[in-house]
């Protein structure tokens, strides 16, 4: 049984006794009224107070197709809630995010934290993070989780915290923290099965199975990702069923079968586009680029990016729009056409660094050290290996540090042992430092010859 129907009847008892007392105490004891009125008001509150009216299923969806796939919306304490100033700031800032009007809705949300209590405040500073993400500003959508899941601990709200704790296991994700991530969406996943949550459940176990397949452990992405399929089709959430089917794409992809991946991709994608799910579909036709590029077909693989980046820039992510234009630079790169490729990847980092999104800069730099190294300038080229390979080494990710590494290292055979310290030491090592990644180079990374 619910904690939530065990208070109702509570509730239903004191209002009983209540009654009782009204009926056969008032005539024997004066002061019965207070005790009337007193217990009264105590099943009114243990009512009010725990009562969470939740939208329907319907209308969670509706909500869920405007954000970032993975993020878990929480409304409860806040959807049917009688105070008129939460409710009227409530319902505009839904009506902005339902627009992409991200910045309206941090605007709405804030003012009805003014008069919001307990639940509402934890799913308030959940939905200010939500739009924060949703815009790419990592940092500030990482303060408004974590204040949601203090809030949730305080008012012993176990949804509220589920949610908090999921969506911060996302940003730490996003931000390349692949070891944090992971400790966060597990405690949520935990918390969703204590509350018999399969919508909770089936999030946590599809963005469970993204962090292990960033990781490189797909054995244990695969059986997370299916799960998550199964809970959603049996749900019959069609937008959690195309994401699943987009990661199980991805791993696909990851182990070279092409053909399936662009099979689920396109799965995917059929469904995002019936559901009217932009964020979604953006994601899944760039997921479909890469196939096309990994075939050396450019011009599918351009489109793709193409429409990726339309719906990016419709929806106000920037992030996603970052990820794009640093794809399609990557086609111009791999096609010859360095000018253009520059062109892209410049934008891309120029955009990563204003949302303060380290691990998209680092990608960029490395991005722009080929485009060096390809033109020739080689310290330019250095100097941006090495700028990318300090965050990559500081977040542990350790397939983008082999693809930086394997970069330096032909760069290494390049200019020759000492040519190579001597650059170094000339974008800024000190010679000892500059002596250490070469040696490192020579000793570690031969195994990505």
Known sequence: MKASHIFYGVAALVFGVTLCLYLF?????????????????????????????????????????????????????????????????????????????????????????????GSQLVALHNLMGISYHSQGMLGKALSSFELSLRLAEDAR????????????????????????ALKYL?????????LGDPVGMANQLGNLGSVYYRLGDLAKATPACEDALRIYRKLRMRRGEAAQ???????????????????????????QRAIGDLHGAASQLGNIGTVYQSREDWNNAQSSYGEALELHRKTGNRRGEACQL??????????????????????????????????????????????????????????????????????????????????????????????????????????????GIAELLRETTKGYR
């Open 186 to 194: 597990q405690d949520s996943l935990s918390i969703s099965k204590e």
């Open 326 to 435: 640093g794809n399609i630079g990557n086609a111009y790169s791999a096609k010859g056409d360095l000018v253009k490729a520059a062109e892209y990847l410049t934008e891309s980092f120029r955009i990563d660094h204003e949302l303060g999104n380290e691990f998209g800069e680092a990608i960029g730099m490395a991005n722009l050290g080929a485009i060096f190294q390809d033109i020739g300038e080689l310290d330019q080229a250095l100097k941006h290996y090495i700028g990318a390979l300090g965050i990559l080494e500081r977040v542990r990710t350790s397939r983008e540090i082999g693809i930086v590494r394997r970069n330096m290292l032909r760069l290494y055979e390049k200019m020759g042992h000492s040519e190579f310290i001597a650059a170094c030491v000339r974008v800024g090592l000190s010679p000892q430092e500059a002596a």
């Open 25 to 117: 105490v008032a005539p024997l004891q004066g002061n019965s009224w207070t005790l009337l009125g007193m217990l009264f008001s105590l099943a009114l509150a243990l009512a009010g107070r725990t009562r969470k009216t939740r939208l329907s299923d319907d209308d969670m969806e509706e909500i869920a197709k405007q954000v970032i796939v993975g993020l878990t919306p929480y409304l409860d304490g806040l959807a049917g809630t009688t105070d008129a100033s939460v409710a009227l700031h409530f319902q505009n800032g839904i009506s902005h995010l339902k627009s992409y009007r991200w910045e309206k809705a941090v605007g709405e949300f804030g003012l009805a934290t003014s008069a919001a209590r």
């Open 245 to 271: 089917l987009g990661n199980l794409g991805l791993i696909h992809s990851a182990t070279q079968d092409h053909d399936e991946a662009l099979r689920l991709f396109r799965a995917s994608l059929r469904i």
């Open 157 to 180: 709200d176990r949804e509220g915290e589920a949610a908090a704790l999921g969506n911060i296991g996302l940003v730490h994700e996003d931000r390349g923290e692949f070891e944090q």
